[in-house]
Nanobody, 123 residues
Framework: QVQLVESGGGSVQAGGSLRLSCVVSGSIISRVCMAW????????REWVARLNSVSGTSYAD?????FIIFKDNTKNTLYLQMDNLKPEDTAVYYC?????????????????WGQGTQVTVSS
């Protein structure tokens, strides 16, 4: 059973930065495809970024150039560095994983989810 635990959310003003962390249980982080999603009030869960062994990293257009997804295998941790935050980035952020070398941007492709961490950006 894979467990994901996010942390790092909080409240910041527009233009600020946050770094989210997602600790993956066990030592499987090098063998899973991982992604970040977010859920804003009144909206559907939205893909934000993914990291896989086949195509590397990719980002939603809305965060391209502002967010970076990366991982540290020695710490079993996935990160999301978020810079130049905007009020529209306000959401609960979730990390997700699937035992595969490749994953898409669809929530249905992921088998494991964290509990979420709240990010609030004020104008």
């Amino acid at each position: 059973q894979v467990q994901l635990v996010e942390s790092g959310g909080g409240s910041v003003q527009a233009g600020g930065s946050l770094r989210l962390s997602c600790v993956v249980s066990g030592s499987i982080i090098s063998r899973v495809c991982m992604a970040w999603f977010r859920l804003a009030p009144g909206k559907e869960r939205e893909w934000v970024a993914r990291l896989n062994s086949v195509s590397g990293t990719s980002y939603a257009d809305s965060v391209q150039g502002r967010f970076i997804i990366f991982k540290d295998n020695t710490k079993n941790t996935l990160y999301l560095q978020m810079d130049n935050l905007k009020p529209e980035d306000t959401a609960v952020y979730y990390c997700a994983a699937v035992r595969a070398v490749y994953c898409s941007v669809h929530t249905t492709d992921f088998d494991y989810w964290g509990q979420g961490t709240q990010v609030t950006v004020s104008s």
